[in-house]
């Protein structure tokens, strides 16, 4: 069982650039892909970025270029690099750790992407 929790979220400007962190606590396990989330007021949650185990990555249309994930496969953490954020970039933030059977969860971390 582990615990995620998220880091790094706050109030930046259009155009600013904001780094997210997600570090973890618990036993440690075997994690496959981990990944970013954003879930926007009166919207459902959707896929930011993911990296695998292997260091692949995916990233929603609307991200690409702009943010950038990583992880430290030494220990369970991921990153989100976020550069030109637009206002409809303001969501809650949560991360995912993917193990053999269980996806954990963060508690979020507000972004708001406001002038």
């Known amino acids: 069982q582990i615990q995620l929790v998220e880091s790094g979220g706050g109030v930046i400007q259009p155009g600013g650039s904001l780094n997210l962190s997600c570090t973890s606590t618990?036993?440690?396990?075997?994690?496959?892909?981990m990944g970013w989330w954003r879930q926007a007021p009166g919207k459902e949650r959707e896929s930011v970025a993911q990296i695998t185990a292997a260091g692949s990555t995916q990233y929603a249309d609307s991200v690409k270029g702009r943010f950038t994930i990583s992880r430290d496969r030494a220990k369970i953490a991921a990153y989100l690099q976020m550069i030109s954020l637009k206002p409809e970039g303001t969501a809650v933030y949560y991360c995912s750790a993917t193990g053999h059977s269980h996806t954990y969860w963060g508690p979020g971390t507000q972004v708001t992407v406001s002038s």
């Open positions: 618990g036993v440690f396990q075997r994690i496959n892909t």
